[in-house]
């Protein structure tokens, strides 16, 4: 596909439980990002990562919440032991090289957690 | 801190009118990116404009332009002979090449346009 593919588009979890969202970034591109967004507000930045450099986790809200991405490419937000407070669209961008290149933006995971 | 602040949550314009988007940011980086996104009630992020630290000129895209102020720290988007389909969220950006391209957001306008 041309775009950035986030999957699953709505997830429905209970409290408690473990999820994982993936996000497919456009082929080639070096920066990946995740963001959540709560209803009706910005985005929260999460996770950055940035060719083999470590990524900057610094937007982590607690260590219930890691991600991976491998070889360079698909990346995976898990959420363990998942809260009401994490239920919001979940979005996920990727970036080409360059210092004036725009991220791409996925469609977003809708999280609700019951 | 607030990196990107964007002081309007609210905004309202005419049909055809121009109107202009705050976003100020704070940053002691010297090389830095400056984006504006449009998010419509679908979801999307649809990127409008970009403009790089250095560059000197105005960075415009259509009807969009960005003022670009370097000394006040602001990025104000100006969107001219508005559109009943400009009505959507609008959210600044920062990317900081000395934090490694982390790109922050700010908490965004919404804009409503009126007929």
């Known amino acids: 596909g041309a775009g950035v593919s986030q999957s699953p588009s709505n997830k ?3 409290k408690g439980k473990d999820v994982e969202l993936r996000c497919d970034p456009i082929s080639g591109h070096t920066a990946l990002y995740w ?3 709560s209803l009706g507000q910005g985005l929260e930045f999460l996770i950055y990562f940035q060719g ?3 990524p900057d986790k610094s937007g982590l809200p607690s260590d219930r919440f890691s991600a991976e991405r491998t070889g360079g490419s698909v990346s995976t937000l898990t959420i363990q032991r998942t809260q009401q407070e994490d239920s919001a669209v979940y979005l996920c961008a990727s970036r080409p090289q360059g210092p004036d290149t725009e991220a791409f933006f996925g469609q977003g995971t809708r999280l609700t957690v019951v | 801190a607030q990196k990107i602040t964007q002081t309007q949550p609210g905004m309202f314009v005419q049909e055809k009118e121009a109107v202009t988007l705050d976003c100020t940011y704070d940053t002691s980086d010297q090389s830095y990116g400056l984006f504006w996104y449009k998010q419509p009630s679908s979801g999307e992020m649809i990127f409008l404009i970009y403009q790089g630290s250095y560059d000197e000129q105005n960075a415009t895209e259509g009807r969009y332009s ?3 102020q370097k000394a006040r720290k602001s990025a104000n ?5 508005s559109q009943l389909g400009d009505s959507a969220m609008y959210f600044c950006a920062m990317r900081e090449d000395n934090q490694g391209g982390k790109l922050i957001f700010g908490q965004g306008t919404e804009l409503s346009v009126k007929p």
């Open chain 2, 66 to 68: 960005l003022n670009f």
């Open chain 1, 12 to 14: 429905v979890t209970e």
């Open chain 2, 77 to 81: 988007l100006v969107i001219s002979a």
């Open chain 1, 35 to 37: 963001y959540r967004q």
């Open chain 1, 52 to 54: 083999n450099s470590a």
